[in-house]
């Protein structure tokens, strides 16, 4: 029976939400969005014909209260709920709730919720169809210790409640486990209210290969193809394909069967992904997601389909329209995952504003965000910024075009992983389609620059940033610009990314400065000079820079996908020394400091203890990840001036380091 749907509240944030309103306005559904203090001046707050507050500061008290969410909906007059993913996506007893309050759960129902995300009764019925699957198992620290030793290392651990990487980690040897797994229950219980977790073989270097499926209430159940999931860093997916270039036509059916026979057993409804690990002509079940993922673009690309809109309509208790048969793969996709987020600093969350958003533009392109100019990326969530999708008749046509896009994405303000998802792009291994999970990780360590060729750019980078910041004729002037500046031969000291630059420098004229290396004289002269691009010309040709400005003192400048920060440094004593320095080796006291705002899960050390470099001193929590803050080298714990559950601010003095006689 058809459920006529008028208007839905989305109970989610950020990218997903606005994606949803999009498809929801095309349909002509009214909106209602929900949003906590944190996200008071959000787009998708915006974007919505009406918002409503979730109090509270806590994501328990917020985007994981299902109380006030329910609430909230019936009060606004909303038909029906959707969840977006994460938060309360996979929560059995928030799906409950809504169908309870009389509304619609644009989703499965909650018993299929409940079965999928019980690591333990979805193992026991996918076995029972005679689908491979891992050696695993939940429960207890100390019963799956001795599970551990049982199977082997290394093994993985996880949320039990769900996916989406949060929490999973590999561990190699006895000693790492306990650790592990107190560490892996906080973020589970953290991030999907449900601290348990799950154990399992881990396999070295498979194939993360996962199936998209649509089931509607009249019994027809749909597999949209495959996407190849295996790029992916701290267990977390950062790009995507669709159709997977490692699986054949054989392998596909054998996946999409699986995948639907699952679904039939349980009496499935609406979107949901079965995932498996691939090796060889071999494939396991891994786990399925009971909602919509990250990744579903690649799939409507390939597909022409629009899954949110499927979503609805299913919800609505329509049949899906098309059968298997008709669905055929046209072209491929290719999703990149933009994150705030330094790849040299084991991608460490790099929270902060948005001082310039500009996305790119080019045919068979999407972006899927919800941040612009001046957006907070808050240290209370995920990290990630936008979707690049691109797609293509040929998977080669579809990575050049993302390649493009990305290079001509301005992010300006925080750093992000652009330049990584780039360089990994152009890689043999990639276009070769071979690059299994483990290729993220080796990328790290053997390829992976942060910048290219810095040294060459130094004196047009050092060129563009006077030129910034100095009027010239006919511009308003202070006298000091006018007739001290100028005078005289400076030699600025300048802070490009994470170095420091000292070149002399004085004025040729009107528009020409010169620079002294330490081999040579350029003489640069500025063509273009607007709000937002400057172009520069010395002996080597012109350099075309489009730039922001930061803070008071310093630029952001950007070459293709490298962004450049350029400011004056003013001082260099031993701290700042040793913040540039990869192994400092300084007298007296060393100070350790918050790398970015978060909140202290635990402290590993006391007052006397003795650190050596790589000794975890404590995990900061950052946007829904922990991050180990390490010594850098040998030395004497001093005085710790934090506490665990204290919430610090970015460069806070965290702990008192002395070096060791």
Not at 56 to 69: D, K, P, R
Not at 107 to 130: F, T
Not at 403 to 409: H, K, P, R
Not at 597 to 603: L, Q, S, T, Y
């Amino acid at each position: 029976m058809e459920k006529r749907i008028h208007k839905v509240l989305v109970a989610n944030r950020g990218e997903i939400a606005v994606r949803i309103f999009k498809t929801l306005r095309e349909m002509g559904i009214m909106t209602t969005a929900v949003y906590s203090p944190a996200d008071k001046d959000a787009l998708h707050r915006r974007m919505a014909d009406e918002s409503l507050l979730l109090e509270g500061s806590s994501l328990a008290e917020t985007y994981l209260n299902t109380s006030q969410i329910v609430s909230l909906a019936k009060k606004a007059g909303v038909d029906a709920i959707h969840p977006g993913y994460g938060f309360l996506s996979e929560n059995p007893a928030f799906a409950l709730a809504v169908k309870e309050a009389g509304l619609i759960f644009i989703g499965p129902e909650p018993d299929a919720i409940r079965l999928m995300g019980n690591k333990v009764e979805a193992r026991e019925l996918v076995k029972s169809l005679g689908v491979p699957l891992i050696e695993g198992a939940t429960g207890l620290t100390s019963e799956l210790s001795g599970y551990a030793e049982k199977i082997g290392f290394p093994v993985l651990i996880k949320a039990a409640a769900g996916g989406g990487g949060k929490g999973m980690k590999v561990v190699t040897n006895p000693e790492e486990l306990s650790e592990t797994l107190e560490s892996t229950s906080r973020e589970a219980q953290n991030y999907f209210g449900d601290g348990q977790v799950y154990l399992e073989k881990y396999l070295e270097n498979p194939h993360h290969i996962e199936v998209q499926l649509l089931a509607d209430t009249h019994g027809n159940v749909v597999t949209l193809f495959e996407r190849e999931c295996s790029i992916q860093r701290r267990y977390q997916k950062i790009i995507e394909e669709a159709p997977s270039p490692m699986i054949d036509g054989e392998m596909r059916e054998k996946l999409m069967e699986a995948a639907r026979k699952i679904a039939k057993k349980i009496g499935y409804t609406n979107a949901g992904t079965i995932e498996f690990l691939v090796s060889g002509q071999q494939f396991f079940f891994l786990e399925m997601n009971t909602r919509i993922q990250v990744e579903h673009p690649v799939t409507e690309m390939i597909t022409g389909l629009d899954i949110v809109r499927e979503q609805v309509n299913i919800a609505s208790g329509n049949p899906i329209p098309f059968s298997q048969d008709d669905l055929k793969i046209n072209g491929h996709a290719i999703e990149a995952r933009v994150y705030a987020e330094d790849p040299a600093k084991d991608f460490m969350p790099s929270p902060g504003r948005l001082v310039r958003y500009q996305e790119p533009r080019l045919m068979g392109l999407r972006v899927d965000s919800a941040l612009e100019s001046g957006s907070e990326v808050g240290s209370e969530f995920d990290p990630m910024i936008a979707k690049v999708i691109t797609h293509g008749q040929t998977r080669q046509e579809a990575i050049q075009k993302l390649i493009q896009g990305l290079s001509s994405f301005i992010l300006h303000g925080v750093q992000t992983n652009i330049t990584f998802l780039t360089q990994l792009l152009k890689t043999e291994i990639f276009a070769s389609g071979k690059a299994d999970t483990g290729f993220c990780n080796r990328f790290v360590l053997d390829g992976f620059s942060p910048e290219v060729n810095p040294e060459s750019l130094e004196p047009a980078l050092v060129a563009a940033f006077l030129f910034a910041t100095a009027k010239l004729p006919g511009e308003n002037q202070s006298i000091w610009n006018q007739i001290g500046f100028w005078r005289m031969q400076i030699t600025p000291e300048l802070k490009i990314n994470q170095r420091i630059i000292r070149n002399r420098a004085w004025r040729e004229g009107p528009g020409r400065i010169s620079i002294e290396t330490a081999d040579k004289i350029n003489t640069f002269s500025l063509l273009k000079k607007t709000e937002q691009e400057l172009l520069v010309e010395d002996s080597r040709g012109v350099h075309g820079f489009t730039f922001s400005r930061g803070n008071e003192d310093s630029f952001y400048f950007q070459k293709q996908e490298q962004v450049y920060h350029v400011g004056h440094f003013r001082t260099l004593d031993k701290e700042k020394i040793s913040e540039l320095s990869e192994n400092p080796q300084l007298d007296g006291e060393l100070l350790v400091k918050a790398p970015m705002h978060g909140r202290i899960i635990k402290i590993n050390v006391n007052v006397a203890d003795q650190v050596s470099k790589g000794d975890t001193l404590l995990i900061l929590e950052s946007m829904k990840m922990e991050n180990r803050i390490i010594a850098t080298g040998k030395a004497k714990v001093e005085k710790i001036d934090v506490k665990a559950g204290e919430t610090v601010t970015s460069n806070k003095t965290l702990i008192h380091l002395s070096n060791i006689n």
